[in-house]
């Protein structure tokens, strides 16, 4: 056994903070060097005078970029994207989502590819709070299981464009605590028809513009 470094000590910290369990010593070896390296990135990251935000260790710092994999779950589209041109006059000097109230807590896909159903509820809820002036959670569940015949695939990937299709078919978006997440494909769709979260239409913003 080698002398004890100050990154032993914050894995160890890690590990229990996030209840992680090891089966054996060499695993609990190798999610450690997994855990060192991204915590000398976000050490030098946070350290550089050149970025603008920061980053932190969290639940997922000891995964292997297979694992990451399983949760990038975007398919990006084949045919043209619906764009719409906004108008970019009178634009404010920022504008706050959260502070305005029209974002839910921080949600957590596990590991399941839905990152395209998360999208698209976070979409519908603000959207619903501008319309509606109250924020209601909406179910990532209900696409992962029910929006397959639009070009989506479950915890295996999907676009938000075609959940967007989906719920201008009819089928409105139901509260999360009626159709809770499960990270995981269900069988069965569960859809009971007391969805509130709807889309009449949709149109995608351009790709890498910060204005639009």
Known sequence: AGV???ADYKF????TQHGKSYGTRAEYDFRAAIFKNNLKFTEEHNASKTETHTVEVNEMSDWTSEEWSRVLGYQARTSE??????SEANLADEQNWVTKGAVTPVKNQGHCGSCWAFSTTGAVEGAYFNKHGSL?????????????????NGCRGGLMDNAFKYIESGKALMEESSYPYTAKDGKVCKDDGSGKGTVASH???????ASQ
Request: glycine share 6%.
């Open 136 to 152: 209601m959670s909406f179910s990532e569940q209900q696409l992962v299981d029910c929006a397959g015949r639009f070009g989506n």
């Open 4 to 6: 004890m470094e100050a």
């Open 12 to 15: 160890m910290e890690f590990v």
């Open 81 to 86: 994207r619906n764009v719409e041109i906004l």
């Open 203 to 209: 149109k995608d913003v351009q790709h890498n513009s």
